[in-house]
DNA sequence: ATAATTTTTGCAACCGGTTGCAAAAAAAAC
DNA sequence: GTTTTTTTTGCAACCGGTTGCAAAAATTAT
């Protein structure tokens, strides 16, 4: 149906190597000979299928965008800035859907199968075995959003969980809350035990300040509304650390049904600054997470891993910033 | 590095043949030849290229999943549903985002030097130009979302946007409001179009009714809010239909700002009903679109079209109905 | 046991490209 | 105008598979 390159070196008259040439950048072609193939496959409206020119160059230039984060709109924004980012270099994002996956056996073999150059694994919430299945593999891969070490097994872009953590306590601390407590994400999530980890690791340095920290089911609204719901029929604490913004709404949400107002009754801190966030209607206090540069950072450094692939493993990790909008009492 | 067939030949003492067809369904092998084959197939860790394999089959299996709506909330679910539609077929979806894109040319193209067995364009705000173009080309398409003509010439999947506009004109009627008000998206969406053609269309049925229509730039928060605010300043009617819930809410925020209530003051009801609609802090009446429908059936369109590619276009259009939630006053 | 039929297997060509190598052509040096 | 050097070109093998066809093997019928 669609032109081949032979169609091409025979309406030109010359071979299929010279054609081939033509529209592989770096090669030695005449101008002469350029003309004359670029002409033929005008008229045929020939373009180099990829995967066929892929089986020689093993480059098809195909990423696997790996998530398993399709209920926070954050990620909304996430794979837009991946898509696009990913496009204007030239390579194509193979989406790949692991909500209910357990096992990384499948969507290994099915990246193998379409030798996709390298995997960008974009969430918090997988077990880091997953992006580690993947390089044992040698495939390229950058864990975004993953978890810091000091001597990582694969390359993770994304932010110091434990810092942010104990930026929000410290937040705390400063306006005066005398008992507060962490509202986590799923507690395998390793986003969430290492922002756990910071918050109570700042507060030991107030011992007057009492804290715990229970966790929602998810990283979404009704799992951190229903969570909020059963820590206010107990015995509440003045503030909450909510590990995500999307965790924080649903957590207001059951505030008000309880007939409590944030900050005058419940303070409230997330952690994103998601775009609905800074809706008036959600005004909520948040820690700022720098997903644009997260996001670009880890392009580039799959881009960097493309020509050299045997790349030491490194961390990214951006610093993050508190957003003040209306669900903490002021500072004094 | 990997295995090939041919390793696995080797290793198995067979032809390449052989192997082939054990991992192809539907071939002819032997059960012993099968299980030797299997046993040294194990042993390597092979699996098929699919690309290698697409060359003879002239089948890929994967699909452009193509959008430029990567704004709107309700697109993380469209996602997530058709990620997992399409991976539970054995489909993969490669993403194009053509959220800048004003000339289909490049992501044609784009589409066909991956050797796509179809595309699935998601949008209601791209123009049918684009879904066109891809069907001149012979790729199987299908336009979720997209408008709804007797003749199409592309499957289309979604709803009878007219009909969602005279339904919302409807639900005003029924609630008294005396002076009513269409607020659209982007002007060139055909969805905009054909909600304020189905509004204008009812509301021509009740004379008594003054009824006006305004656009907002983008299926937004901010557009919303920003155009409601500027609304709000000069004439507001008593109740307003906004095109999409995003917009909604981005009006409601407005509505908050000015000093007013929703709905003692303003009426809203939005369309879509998207997981943020229900929201306590939200609890906007909208109407519901079945998403999941119209996914789950443009899956199987393209599904029954990479069999039968001559298939005759079709729409298919799934129903709405109304949420009653809080932004509406109550139905005398 | 032999012939006829069916099933299984391997050969070799092909899918749409790329590329090392050597020959041919063009350019530079003498 | 030769010779040397450089550039351009085509040949042919290859990337990792599939498949039509005919031969070989296994079944079934006689």
Known sequence: MTATLKDVATRAGVSTSAVSRTFTDGASVSLKMRRKVEKAAAELGYSPNFLARSLTTRRTKLIGLVSNNFHNPIFLQVFD????????????PLLVNLSDEVDPENSLRMLQQYSVDGAIVASSTLPPVFSKAFRDQKLPVVHTFGRYTSSPDVHV??????????????????RGYKKVAYLGGPQLATSAQDRLEGFENELSRHPEITHSHSYASAYSFEAGRAEMLRLLKENPAEAYFCADDVLSIGALSAVKDMGLRAPEDIGIIGLNDMEMSGWENINLTTIHQPIRQIISSSIELMVAMLDEPDRYPEARLFPCRVVERGTLRPRP
Not at 81 to 92: A, E, I, M, N, V
Not at 164 to 174: N, T
């Open 81 to 92: 800035l991946f898509t696009r980012g990913l496009q204007d270099r030239g390579l194509r």
């Open 157 to 174: 872009v994304g932010i110091d969980n434990v810092e942010a953590g104990r930026m929000a306590a410290r937040e705390l601390v400063q």
